[in-house]
C-alpha cells in the first residue's frame, strides 16, 4: 500500500480530476476509430480494432456519467 502523500494544498474533486482522464480516453478512442478506418488489417484484426475502439467510447461515457454524478464542486 502507498503512503499518503498529497500534491495539492487544496482539496480536490473527482468533477475536475475526471476531466483530464476522459479527454486522454477521448484521443486514444479517436486513434483506434482511425486505425479501423484507415490502417490495412485482415478483417480479423479490424474486428479486435473496433471491440478495442468501442471499449475506449464505453470508459468513456462511463467516465462522464461518474463526472456528470460528483457533481461540480461548490467552492
Known amino acids: 500500500m502507498r503512503p499518503e502523500y498529497f500534491d495539492h494544498v487544496d482539496q480536490q474533486y473527482p468533477y475536475a480530476l475526471i476531466g483530464p482522464l476522459r479527454e486522454q480516453l477521448q484521443v486514444l478512442e479517436e486513434r483506434a476509430d482511425h486505425y479501423v478506418h484507415h490502417v490495412r488489417m485482415s478483417d480479423g484484426d479490424r474486428k479486435t480494432m473496433e471491440q ?23 467552492e
Open 52 to 74: 478495442v475502439h468501442q471499449l475506449l467510447a464505453d470508459t468513456r461515457a462511463q467516465l462522464e456519467k461518474l463526472r456528470d454524478e460528483s457533481g461540480q464542486p461548490t
